[in-house]
């Protein structure tokens, strides 16, 4: 299986953008579904965005014309491009990979990095 690490987080001002990382290591990463979920402090992780091995995304509501994702597999990296940050944005974002299944829940990915914290300030 993969191993994930992210990088790119930072603060940044409201309506600033910002570009997450995801690289993995390991076998079969163009295989996995890879997908971004962030947790901000006293909430529950959440789903944000996911691509499949076939480059079909689909992501939550509250980030639909602001946020998207890309891959490229010959550098085994997912791309988190977030654009026109909120304050509501600022979180923990992680990474996560499975590589058979369906689904877009926490316990639908086994893989995960260890995170890089988003702080959008107003």
């Known amino acids: 299986q993969v191993q994930l690490v992210e990088s790119g987080g930072g603060l940044v001002q409201a309506g600033d953008s910002l570009r997450l990382s995801c690289v993995a290591s390991?076998?079969?990463?163009?295989?996995?579904?890879i997908a971004w979920f962030r947790q901000a402090p006293g909430k529950e992780r959440e789903f944000v965005i996911a691509?499949?091995?076939?480059?079909?995304?689909r992501y939550t509501d509250s980030i639909k014309g602001r946020f998207t994702i890309s891959r490229d597999n010959a550098k085994n990296t997912v791309y988190l491009q977030m654009n026109s940050l909120k304050p509501d944005d600022s979180a923990i974002y992680y990474c996560?990979?499975?590589?058979?299944?369906?689904?877009?829940?926490?316990?639908?990915?086994?893989?995960w990095g260890q995170g890089t914290q988003v702080t959008v300030s107003s």
């Open positions: 996560a990979a499975r590589p058979t299944g369906a689904g877009y829940r926490v316990t639908d990915f086994n893989v």
């Open positions: 390991g076998r079969n990463f163009n295989q996995n579904t």
């Open positions: 691509i499949t091995p076939s480059d079909l995304t």
